[in-house]
């Protein structure tokens, strides 16, 4: 047994006894109300879920097993030479809450060698599919496609007590991670870049063999690390990590979880984010017929926008308060490696001129600037252009945050998610409404 896993087991062994408290001591104390408004609004802020995975802080940004963004690229291992932490330490600070150690790092990078091959039947059904197909469907069907790996299946198959449902649900997720850089980067070169498909380098980390596979040169591995790092986990109430959620409370196996997952994230009012802020920021570009404006300029140009009735793309979040800590991230990167790219003088631009005119405005909660003010700039200038990609980016670094936590829902025995739905008429009885 791996050193991951066996202290994986110490921490779920001195966890459960403080959930199984909960529920049988406190388990009538009441958390919050319900609104109709939050009924009819897609649950909103409805306190329902539990991760010990992540937290959003209004004021702090996301935090991974406590520890800010900032501190989390602090304080995780880094190889010499590069200026992000590898994905490999990452992956054990969700798992465990604890930060690695360099020999961590080294045994999971190890692992991952280990289980990153590939079957031939994934890469047999993705060259099946029309070439057209958008690569998310090419993600989610290769993911689901190896259901048949199974660990769990073949474990509940064979009648494993449940409390040990998440050491297989573990190997399942460990395997699974490490063959998704080499399937997604497979997606890419064989359907844009003329087939021409590049061997993975096993001695490379989890970013950089991802960015080899690319065919992109550094840094783009480091862009590789920060970008699964950013986007890995968002608490469990967005719409991909919650799917996750859902699909594995029903005892599906960590593949349907996270193929339904992709299925969620491809969604245009979660995952498509960041190309869209890019397409607009350049359909505004050839507007101003490539020339950066001055703030002044810019100014006028927002306002005239917000006049118009129209929205400025990547300001504003549902629940920060401040410039979320992932766009700030990707902005020093960018201050570093492209301070002299048009569309990031663009974005800088925007970046210094936006949040005072929506306070001014003021119907922005939030005025700064989101992760997806960024991110697609990035990608945009190491050759990355094909649009639609950006959100397999984003669903190989969400499978990490998701897949941990369902490792997790299953040692601590979390049941199957149900919900009660009510009519539109009692809701009006409840409200008074009289007919």
Known sequence: ????????????????????????????????????????GGMRSVKSLVTDISYLDPNEGIRFRGYTIPETLEKLPKAP???????????????????????????????????????????????????????????????????????????????????????????????????????????????????????????????????????????????ARMYFILHSDHESGNVSAHTGHLVASALSDMYYAQSAMLDGLAGPLHGLANQEVLRWIQGVMDKMDGKIPSEEEMKKFVWDTLKSGQVIPGYGHAVLRKTDPRYQTQREFCLKHLPNDDIFKFVDVLYKVVPDILVEQGKAKNPWPNVDAQSGVIQWYYGLKEYD??????????????????????????????????????LEEVAGIKK
């Open 81 to 223: 030479g590069v200026d992000m932490p590898s994905v490999e330490g990452f992956v054990y600070l969700l798992l465990t809450g604890d930060i690695p150690s360099a020999s961590d790092v080294q045994e999971i990078a190890a692992e991952f060698k280990a289980r990153s091959g590939v079957p031939q039947y994934v890469f047999d059904v993705l060259r099946a599919l029309p070439r057209d197909s958008h690569p998310m469907v090419m993600l989610s069907a290769a993911v689901v496609a190896m259901q048949r790996e199974s660990e769990f299946a073949k474990a509940y198959e064979a009648g494993v007590n449940k409390m040990d449902y998440w050491e297989s649900t573990y190997e399942d997720f460990m395997n699974l991670l490490a063959k998704l850089p080499t399937i997604a980067a497979y997606i890419y070169r064989m359907k844009y870049r003329a087939d021409v498909v590049i061997p993975p380098n096993n001695d490379l980390d989890f970013g950089g063999n991802f960015a080899h596979m690319m065919g992109i040169p550094k840094p783009y591995d480091d862009v």
């Open 1 to 40: 047994m791996s050193k991951l896993k066996e202290t994986l087991r110490e921490k779920i062994e001195g966890w459960r006894p403080r959930t199984t408290r909960l529920i049988k001591e406190f388990g009538n104390v009441k958390l919050g109300e319900v609104t109709i408004e939050q009924a009819i």
């Open 389 to 426: 990609f950006y959100t397999v980016l984003f669903g190989v670094g969400r499978a990490i945050g998701v897949g941990a936590n369902i490792v997790w829902d299953r040692a601590l025995g979390y049941p199957l998610e149900r919900p009660k739905s009510l009519t539109t008429a009692m």
